[in-house]
């Protein structure tokens, strides 16, 4: 993700806090409910299925196995939507391929639990080499799937905000940027901003208003850009500004105040005020 700004990089740093919370609380749900087993966890999201984390490379291979055939413990708890035990994988023949993977990583059963916080369900899979009381921890296993389940829509819903922010972020920006274009057009052509932005969708066709907008500015305001155009008549401005035809007051009054018998104009004078050789302003009397 971009970084190019403050609030940008907070939006990062919560995505990587909240995976992290997820690792974390996946990788140590079996300490968590006092058994002897390791545990992986995977998502459904708006009937998108998304794979969160495990806390071991044999955990995951074993639940990778059910994604194949679509068969397996997790994929009855999908339907069912009620927490299957598998008390001993030799004697279930339910789902063979999936058994034959326990057996190849050395798990003797199995328990799955789901939890759902909105849109997000939670598919919680504790592999156990032995044989624990799968019935005593199933509640806080129920729990804990919850609890994982609220991270990951808080997650979701922290990128989701972000985006939306970086929309309308997007938005505003090219909205000065449209802004800026109608100006110049009003300079140049001396019509109202209606007229202005007609212009810029005809000069558009059928694309985006913004891109030729966006062009104009940075011709008319960028490095060696005609920034001129968009300025208005030299006639309008100050007297004494640059451009204007007007000789500075300064000048003038230095000018006036010279001494009688001088030539009644100051070094270098006659090109700021139009006089000498050439210039279009006679000398004073």
Wanted: charged share 20%.
């Amino acid at each position: 993700m971009s970084t190019r700004g403050p609030d940008e990089v907070v939006r990062v740093d919560a995505d990587a806090s909240l995976d992290a919370l997820i690792h974390t609380l996946t990788r140590h749900a079996a300490r968590t409910l006092g058994v002897a087993a390791v545990a992986c966890s995977s998502a459904t999201v708006r009937g998108c299925d998304r794979w969160l984390s495990a806390a071991s490379v044999a955990v995951a291979r074993c639940d990778a196995v059910q994604d194949r055939l679509r068969l397996g413990p997790r994929y009855l708890v999908r339907s069912t939507g009620a927490p299957v035990a598998v008390p001993d994988v030799d004697a279930d023949d339910r789902w063979p391929v999936w058994s034959h993977a326990c057996r190849v990583q050395g798990f003797r059963s199995a328990l799955v639990v789901p939890g759902t916080y909105g849109d997000v369900t939670v598919h919680l899979s504790l592999y156990a080499p032995g044989a624990p009381d799968w019935p005593g921890v199933t509640a806080r296993a129920l729990g804990l799937a919850h609890g994982i389940a609220a991270v990951v829509a808080a997650r979701d819903e922290v990128i989701e905000l972000a985006q939306t922010m970086d929309d309308l972020l997007a938005g505003s920006r090219s909205r000065v940027v449209l802004d800026r274009a109608v100006g110049i057009v009003m300079a140049e052509r001396g019509c109202d901003a209606a007229e202005a932005i007609a212009h810029l969708k005809a000069a558009s066709g059928t694309g985006d208003a913004r891109e030729v907008a966006a062009a104009l500015v940075a011709a008319v305001t960028g490095p060696g850009g005609a920034r001129g155009a968009a300025e208005p008549v030299a006639a309008g401005r100050p007297a004494g500004a640059p451009g204007s035809r007007e000789p500075d007051a300064g000048l003038v009054a230095q000018r006036d105040a010279a001494p009688a018998g001088g030539s009644g104009r100051l070094p270098g004078a006659a090109a700021a005020v139009g006089g000498g050789p050439g210039g279009g302003r006679p000398d004073p009397a």
